[in-house]
């Protein structure tokens, strides 16, 4: 099962409408959290928002996450060990304020849980390629380095500040 995720902030029509004809056309089941997105899917079963811990019990259940190119997806998909499809929103499509997910998607190309698609007919390859890899060997710790959150405490405090660093 897909979990499709468009974010709570801008529509995104396009990668609604591209993984709900997927979806019709391949028999792959999923759910759709479309946010402002005009858009409403006839084969994905969908709500446009839903809480933190139904996005996180949806996560826990799919078998690969289909969403924008953001970095809270992304971060998302490295704690619960999912591997994602990202197709970033692009400003000449009037997706978004500037092109930041398309530099997302060059910094994180590289990353073997994640595939970065532009267009409807590169979705079926990406999600098989996904699904069919071996498991993740990449995930986030659900608490930070204490070495990052340290040089943050330096940051904000200064060395000097008194505040304790362990």
């Known amino acids: 099962m897909i979990f499709l995720t468009t974010g709570t902030q ?65 971060i998302s998909a490295l704690t619960y ?8 929103r692009r400003f000449a499509l009037g997706e978004h304020r500037n092109d930041h997910q398309l530099a997302t998607a060059r910094k994180l190309a590289d990353r073997p849980f994640l595939r970065f698609i532009q267009e409807a007919d590169e979705l079926d390859a990406a999600y098989h390629e996904l699904v069919s890899s ?25 060395n000097d500040s008194g505040v304790d660093t362990p």
Request: proline share 7%; charged share 15%; glycine share 10%.
């Open 10 to 74: 801008l529509p995104f029509d396009r990668l609604v409408s591209i993984v709900d004809a997927w979806a019709a056309r391949s028999g792959i089941q999923g759910f759709a959290q479309i946010g402002t997105s005009s858009y409403i899917p006839t084969t994905l079963k969908h709500q446009r928002f839903i809480s933190q811990a139904n996005f996180e019990e949806r996560i826990r259940a799919c078998s690969c996450i289909i969403s924008h190119a953001g970095m809270g997806t992304i």
């Open 81 to 88: 060990g999912k591997p994602a499809i990202l197709m970033p």
């Open 134 to 158: 071996a498991p993740l060997g990449e995930v986030l710790p659900p608490h930070a380095d204490a070495r990052f959150i340290n040089g943050l405490r330096d940051l904000i405090f200064g």
